[in-house]
């Protein structure tokens, strides 16, 4: 059983950033998928970014040259770095580690929200 703890959101206005943290029960990585999903009200869930166990990093094309993925492997922290923020960011950020579809874990999320 893994347990994830997200930190971080806030309200942040537009072009600004910000920086989430998940938090781990455990040393999960290379042994686990770490994914950072979003979901937007009346959206569906969306990937954001993911770091594969091999510590391959993809991005979803919308947040591409603005966020970036990184792990602490001592802290079993994951984090998720997000600059020139946009309204369309915004979002609740949930946080996942996954060795597949059948064997996924969530974090409760973190509201972030990017208005004037």
């Known amino acids: 059983q893994v347990q994830l703890v997200e930190s971080g959101g806030g309200l942040v206005q537009p072009g600004g950033s910000l920086r989430l943290s998940c938090a781990a029960s455990g040393n999960i990585f290379g042994r686990y998928v770490v994914c950072w999903y979003r979901q937007a009200p009346g959206n569906q869930r969306e990937l954001v970014a993911a770091?594969?166990?091999?510590?391959?990093?993809n991005y979803a094309d919308s947040v591409k040259g603005r966020f970036t993925i990184s792990t602490d492997n001592a802290k079993n922290t994951v984090y998720l770095e997000m600059n020139s923020l946009k309204p369309e960011d915004t979002a609740v950020y949930y946080c996942?580690?996954?060795?597949?579809?059948?064997?996924?874990?969530w974090g409760q999320g973190t509201q972030v929200t990017v208005s004037s």
């Open positions: 996942n580690a996954n060795q597949g579809i059948s064997k996924m874990y």
């Open positions: 770091i594969t166990r091999g510590g391959i990093r």
